[in-house]
């Protein structure tokens, strides 16, 4: 099978993309906004809440290595899709838990893992990330890109992304890249 691409958001995209670029399996990770009314949104645009947009990573996914559940239990391992626009510190709406999908059979995956993830009462409170197919996608700026890797002493970088990339070699080490 060929690769696959889904885009997730799970607060900010340089947490997002952190976690992502360790995942065996996952072949590419961009940092950027989906979902909005804006063509060619800016940081600055997103952070005014007002354009729709989430941050987003796009991920490009080998599926005859990971399949789609395991990155999408990745994704709701490494993030709280409880709480409604917000990650921690970062509120407003592009903020948002999201899975934006490009086919029938990814949003099915996906709302079935919700659905078991709910009776199994997997969180404390009620899931409530966004499920929507992929209607528009604007890659983040150059300085978005691979942010953590080249910034991990920078503060939010430091105390906010390193822990939760640690939570996923953690709990997620048999997908940790060699």
Same mark, same amino acid.
């Given at each position: 099978m060929a690769v696959q691409t889904i885009y997730l958001g799970g607060g900010c995209f340089w947490c997002t993309e952190a976690v992502f670029d360790r995942v065996r399996g996952i072949v590419d990770v961009e940092s950027?906004?989906?979902?909005?009314?804006l063509d060619h949104p800016s940081y600055e645009d997103i952070c005014t809440g007002q354009?729709?947009?989430a941050e987003v990573v796009k991920l490009e996914f080998d599926p005859a290595i990971i399949s789609l559940r395991d990155v999408l239990l990745i994704f709701f391992g490494t993030h709280d899709p409880t709480t409604l626009n917000r990650q921690g510190n970062d509120v407003g709406t592009q903020y948002r838990s999201?899975?934006?999908?490009?086919? &029938?059979?990814q949003t099915q995956t996906a709302s079935a893992l919700m659905?078991?993830?709910r009776d199994?009462? *997997?969180? &404390?409170?009620?899931i409530v990330t966004e499920l929507q197919p992929i209607k528009a996608y604007w890659p983040?700026? *150059?300085?978005?890109?691979?942010?953590?890797a080249q910034h991990p002493n920078q503060g939010y970088c430091a105390f906010v992304v390193g822990p939760?990339?640690?939570?996923?070699?953690k709990a997620f080490a048999q997908w940790k890249k060699d």
């Open positions: 950027g906004y989906a979902n909005g009314h354009t729709g947009h999201g899975i934006y999908t490009t086919s &029938d059979e659905q078991e993830m199994e009462g *997997a969180f &404390d409170a009620p983040a700026e *150059a300085y978005h890109q691979d942010y953590f939760k990339v640690q939570k996923f070699q």
